[in-house]
């Protein structure tokens, strides 16, 4: 079983249309979990951070983190044409894990590729 | 808004060339990373960095692969003999002291191509 899966896609959906992207992982001492936007031949651009579960707001976006089932989500409420990007899910494990000798890297899913159209 | 920096943003090389990749993370940020990408493929850790020595490294970071802190500012991946299969993006990050990996920081990346 891969550690994060993510399903690439491609999605295209209308402008102004709520997207729902996804990943499921399988190592359970994750407990940070983040949503990179890239775009075509750039660096991941750190979009949202949650530690733990739980839900998380920051203007048309929002992140919920399912420890239970091993799920994270990122919708976008009323896309644009300019949230065209490759999403990039990433865990890590907790910095007390890290000082028992866990680790820091950030694992990513593969991406799934987001086309608005206007 | 205070961002990490590459250099080169491209890079040709003849396979067993040397290469050097340059980072200038954030500021205040202690601790450094380098990820790569492979065309059409996640991205991968290959080493972090802390206190002027290595904290972690995946099975990828191999002898070819050293990692130094020249100076109060750089951060260079080098890779000594490279190989066709070291054609990637490759990316540093940076975090600042205190929190987890949650707060890394990526640069734009450096495009490698080995001929």
């Known amino acids: 079983q891969k550690e994060v899966e993510q399903d690439p896609g491609p999605l295209s959906v209308p402008e102004g249309a709520i997207v729902s992207l996804n990943c499921t992982y399988s190592?359970?001492?994750?407990?940070?979990f983040m949503w990179y936007r890239q775009y075509s031949r750039k660096g991941p651009e750190l979009l949202m951070y949650?530690?733990?579960?739980g839900n998380k707001e920051d203007g048309r976006f929002t992140a919920q983190v399912d420890k239970s089932s091993k799920y994270i989500s990122l919708f976008i409420r009323d896309s644009q044409p300019s949230d065209s990007a490759t999403y990039l899910c990433?865990?890590?494990?907790?910095?007390?894990?890290?000082?028992?000798?866990?680790?820091?890297?950030?694992?990513f899913g593969k991406g799934t590729k987001l086309t608005v159209n206007p | 808004e205070p961002e990490v920096t590459q250099t080169p943003s491209h890079q040709v090389t003849q396979m067993g060339q040397e290469v050097i990749l340059r980072c200038v993370p954030i500021?205040?940020?202690?601790?450094f990373y380098w990820y790569r990408q492979i065309l059409g493929q996640k991205v991968e850790f290959l080493v972090s960095?802390?206190?002027?020595?290595?904290?972690?490294k995946s099975e990828i970071f191999d002898d070819q692969f050293s990692v130094e802190r020249p100076d109060g500012s750089n951060f260079t991946l080098k890779i000594r003999s490279t190989k066709l299969e070291d054609s990637a993006m490759y990316f540093c990050?940076?975090?600042?002291?205190?929190?987890?990996?949650?707060?890394?920081?990526f640069g734009p990346g450096t495009r490698l191509l080995v001929l």
């Open positions: 990433a865990m890590t494990m907790s910095y007390i894990t890290l000082n028992q000798g866990g680790s820091e890297k950030l694992v």
């Open positions: 190592n359970s001492a994750f407990q940070y």
């Open positions: 960095f802390y206190n002027n020595e290595i904290s972690e």
């Open positions: 949650t530690y733990s579960s």
């Open positions: 990050a940076s975090r600042e002291i205190g929190g987890a990996g949650e707060t890394q920081y």
């Open positions: 500021s205040n940020h202690l601790y």
